[in-house]
């Protein structure tokens, strides 16, 4: 009756779901803001994809990433690669007009390293 007992309970799984048990644990619903807050791509300064113009977001990317410890790759790449994650992430919620803005950054950033 036991070794039923046992068989049955590596079938389900463990029911227990305290803390320290073996349940698995969901995963976190918002990893893209663990991954941008966690990466070691760039160091960024607070809302600069809020800001207004592309200029400016172009301008703040690359002063992060020119000034940044932490990125692993070149700073063209490292701040083109957190501009692209960020229209990634933001998907079909992402308006228009911002979307426009970010497109625009993405061309200014280009600009501002010398790749046209």
Not at 47 to 70: D, H, P, Q, Y
Request: net charge positive; aromatic share 6%; no cysteine.
């Amino acid at each position: 009756m036991v070794a039923r007992k046992k068989a049955a309970a590596r079938k389900t799984g463990p029911r227990n779901t305290t803390p320290g048990s073996t349940a698995r644990k969901r995963a976190p619903k918002r990893w893209s803001q663990r991954v941008t807050r966690n990466s070691d791509a760039l160091d960024l300064k607070r809302g600069v994809f809020k800001l207004t113009s592309a200029r400016k977001i172009a301008s703040s990317l690359k002063r992060s990433a020119e000034t940044s410890s932490r990125r692993k790759s070149g700073a063209y790449r490292s701040a083109l690669s957190m501009l692209t994650f960020y229209i990634n992430r933001a998907g079909k919620t992402l308006p228009k007009t911002e979307r426009d803005r970010l497109e625009r950054a993405k061309v200014e950033l280009r600009r501002q390293f010398g790749r046209e």
